[in-house]
């Protein structure tokens, strides 16, 4: 069993996959937009699989996935409200140097909101808390192979 993040950006996908293949160096395995789905073979919305957004939305991402450092995500525009809200979580990255996490760190910062600083820890010798520019929380660290008991 596997554990995915689903992320709903609300309007804003292609352009958050733009930035985490910049930030992150994401690669993308699959994108679809809701006028690319098949059919709903029931017929009652016979775009986007039963799930058509209003036609102005049809460029819209109704599912994408992309691989940070091997690990899938999956995004959509959902019901593209324009109000992408992630509260209560945050996607935590763990690099091998603290040059690295300084540079994720920084990249994610960019445009976002640092809420906390790189610094020392007990735990780690690099450890941060930014929520990007899409409002997606992250924690970034430097894992140094002993997790604190």
Known sequence: MQIQPYLFFEGRTEEAIEFYKKALGAQV???????????????????????????????????????????????????????????????SLSYPTDAETKRAFDALADGGQVQQPLVKTFFSSAFGMVADRFGMN???ITDTGNPPA
């Open 29 to 91: 395995e699959m994108l679809m937009r809701f006028k690319d789905a098949p059919p709903d073979p029931e017929g009652a919305n016979s775009d986007a699989g039963g799930c058509a957004p209003a036609p102005a939305d049809m460029d819209k991402v109704m599912h994408a996935s992309f691989l940070v450092g091997g690990q899938r995500i999956m995004a959509s525009d959902g019901m593209n409200s324009g109000k992408a809200e992630f509260k209560g979580m945050a996607l």
């Open 138 to 140: 992250w924690m970034v």
